[in-house]
């Protein structure tokens, strides 16, 4: 009875913060050369910088699509390594941490349950449409007007989701997270979050990924900030 009760207050203290804080905002992070000492954050934030990542690789693959839809011929280089991050980082590292270590924290309350449930299918979905535009893209020129209409649809709906995904994902469950756990289970989180970015990024490869972030960007006509709105 005394463990319903708390976790009814659980439940309660959350829909608080959710409806008194809709959005979570993090601290900016540089995006050069980066001191370790910037490396040590919360779980959320680092999944927070990692959104941020993702968001400006859809960026630059929205402007490679827009170029392809009124030239054949168009480079589609960017479009592939930025597929490939999203597979190695996003989908590898990313996606697997959320399913494991944040999704699972939310049994105790039924909607928050249900948003879970609906951004992991959302997780498989970016799975599918990512292996194909691999696929469309490994030779780095698209072959016909048939599997250019894919490639541009694909990029379109990924585009849709990954923008309405994070939305939730930042807005809703992380927020709730910080209001749902005690301290020493975030810590715990905090701790696995830095494990697992070690294992799949890393000081060096954290480095790495801006400057491939970099590239890609500049190949894809996106690296000035100024240029933005681009329509």
């Known amino acids: 009875m005394v463990k319903n009760m708390k976790t009814i207050k659980e439940s309660q203290n959350v829909w608080g913060l959710f409806f008194s804080s ?6 900016p992070r540089i995006s050069g050369r980066l001191e370790k ?7 959320t934030e680092e999944l927070s910088r990692e959104h941020a990542i993702l968001t400006r690789l859809i960026i630059a693959m929205e402007n490679v699509l827009t170029r392809l839809s009124s030239d054949m011929k168009t480079d589609l280089t960017p479009l592939n390594q930025s597929a490939l991050i999203i597979k190695n ?12 270590n944040i999704y699972p924290k939310f049994k105790y309350d039924k909607t928050l349950m249900e948003v879970a449930d609906k951004l992991q299918a959302q997780h498989d979905m970016a799975r599918e ?15 016909n007007e048939k599997e250019r209409d894919e490639l541009i649809q694909s990029g379109i709906m990924m585009s849709d989701l990954i923008r309405v ?19 020493s ?20 490869g954290l480095e790495k990924l801006f400057d491939d972030l970099s590239r890609i960007e500049r190949a894809a006509g996106t690296h000035d900030i100024s240029a933005f709105p681009f329509r």
């Open 37 to 43: 000492g910037l490396r040590e954050i919360s779980a």
């Open 89 to 100: 980082i996003v989908i590898d590292h990313h996606m697997k941490f959320e399913e494991e």
């Open 165 to 183: 995904h994070i939305a939730w994902e930042e807005s809703v469950l992380f927020t709730a997270l910080q209001a749902a756990l005690p301290k």
């Open 129 to 143: 449409t990512t292996k194909r535009m691999l696929e469309l893209t490994k030779s780095k020129k698209i072959g």
């Open 22 to 27: 809709l959005v979570q905002v993090s601290a």
């Open 185 to 204: 289970s975030i810590e715990e989180l905090d701790r696995k979050m830095l494990e697992d970015e070690a294992k799949f990024i890393g000081d060096e």
